[in-house]
């Protein structure tokens, strides 16, 4: 792919992140009167107040993506500690006006910490994106770059390992790990739709190694990141572990060497139709339904946020989000539908199981924007990309 291709995609991805960033730093906009007698003052009033660990994250990577689109857009004959030192600078000037900003924005807490996170987001963004960029120039066909041909399979494959973080981090207490594994076998056999949708995820994400890796190694690789996943959830987070994980993540492995040996446009499309099936499941059970409430949460990603508790952002619930409408976008489009179309589509749907949710029994579900937002998101973004993907236009066999 030519420098100028690069550059221009480069381009839309820095404007959709900048928007991004923006509207997630600034949200929910209810603005209230602050005194103060110059901006100088707004700036010496920041203090580094402790963020909850699941915010201190979310900083960092809402700006590594931004790090790396500015990057590659800077002149292709700057030095690569140059493009690193300006992306860095422009993450600090951006998020320190961000926290100036959320002095007069209801529910936002203004805080140095959040500039420090943020500017190393974009410091390390930018780094590991000019590095991958320079191997993909050195070594167009090697493994390690296959995560630059394809950055939304990546993505999103990390949003599965994601979606498994509880919303805290809690301590590692070894002494306790009897009890909760005393408790999980009292729990007795889990449920047939959350081992449904957990088998379904890392059948997705066995989807997603074949699209980023040699098939030979999927299953290696399958086994090893669930046998991590598995053995860090029911140890260091075991109280937020369930039994539909291990299940699901067992029945998957045992699925795998069969459903690979199906044409690969054939297993994208039935693992596509049982995402969609599942999400409509969980989406309207237990499909019992009254009058419509006027709960719509219309702004997108306020329902991720713990107002009034010590988690702040609600990381592992988004990761999910991202991971479940992002592959089911995906999937599609790896099958051979057009990335925006399809996005706009899956929101399509997404959005019609949140208005019937609103007449769902009281407490049942959130009925919110967020979803199909983002859909549109990886619809957008999948676009952008074009030929950068592997899966756009032409599945890889």
Same mark, same amino acid.
């Given at each position: ?9 480069a381009?839309w ?9 923006l ?30 660990? #699941?915010? =201190? @994250?979310?900083?960092? $990577? /809402?700006? !590594?993506?931004?790090? +790396?689109? *500015? ?5 292709e004959?700057w030095?690569?500690a ?8 422009a ?11 959320q002095?007069?924005?209801v ?19 930018s780094?590991a994106g ?9 070594e ?15 993505a ?14 809690p ?11 005393t408790s ?16 379904? #995820?890392? =059948? @997705?994400?066995?989807? $997603? /190694?074949r !699209?980023l890796?040699? +098939?030979? *190694? ?13 053995i ?5 987070f ?15 492995l ?32 237990p ?7 006027y ?7 306020t329902?991720?946020?713990?107002h009034g508790?010590?988690?702040?952002f ?23 539908g ?11 749907? =997404?959005l ?11 407490g049942?579900h959130v009925?919110?924007l ?22 756009v ?5």
């Open positions: 792919m030519s420098d100028w291709s690069t550059t221009r995609t381009r991805l820095l404007g959709f992140i900048l928007c991004l960033m509207y997630g730093s600034l949200q929910p906009f209810h603005l209230r009167h602050v005194g103060f007698d110059s901006p100088l003052e707004l700036l010496t009033r920041l203090r580094w107040g402790i963020s909850p660990p #699941g915010d =201190l @994250i979310v900083n960092v $990577l /809402l700006y !590594a993506p931004f790090g +790396a689109a *500015l990057a590659l857009t800077l002149p004959h030095a690569g140059r493009k690193v030192a300006v992306a860095m600078l993450g600090f000037a951006i998020s320190l006006s961000v926290e100036v900003a002095w007069f924005i529910t936002r807490v203004a805080s140095l910490a959040d500039v420090a996170m943020n500017t190393s987001g974009a410091l390390f963004g780094a000019l590095a991958l960029h320079a191997r993909e120039v050195r167009p066909r090697s493994d390690l770059t296959r995560l630059t041909t394809d950055p939304v399979g990546a999103l494959l990390l949003a599965w390992l994601g979606s498994f973080l509880p919303v805290w981090l301590h590692l207490v070894p002494r306790r790990w009897a009890e909760e594994w999980h076998l009292a729990a007795g056999w889990p449920g047939w739709q959350p081992v449904a949708m957990q088998a379904l #995820g890392w =059948l @997705i994400a066995g989807a $997603l /190694l !699209a890796t040699r +098939a030979r *190694l999927v299953w290696p690789a399958m086994i090893t990141l669930a046998l991590v996943t598995l860090v959830r029911f140890t260091w075991a109280h937020s572990a369930g039994n539909a994980e291990l299940v699901g993540g067992a029945l998957a045992v699925l795998w060497p069969l459903v690979a040996r199906l044409p690969e446009v054939m297993l994208l499309r039935l693992l596509a139709l049982a995402l969609l099936a599942g999400l409509i499941v969980r989406g309207l059970a499909f019992t339904f009254g009058s419509l409430r709960e719509l949460h219309v702004m997108p990603f329902d991720l946020v713990s508790t010590t988690t702040g609600n990381l592992p619930l988004l990761a999910g989000k991202a991971f479940s409408y992002g592959a089911l976008v995906w999937l599609l489009v790896a099958a051979g057009r990335a925006l179309l399809t996005g706009i589509l899956v929101a399509a749907v =997404l019609a199981i949140e208005v019937a949710q609103l007449a769902s029994p009281p049942e009925a919110t967020t979803d199909p937002v983002i859909a549109l998101c990886a619809g957008f973004v999948l676009m952008v990309l074009g030929k950068r993907s592997t899966v236009g032409r599945p890889r066999p």
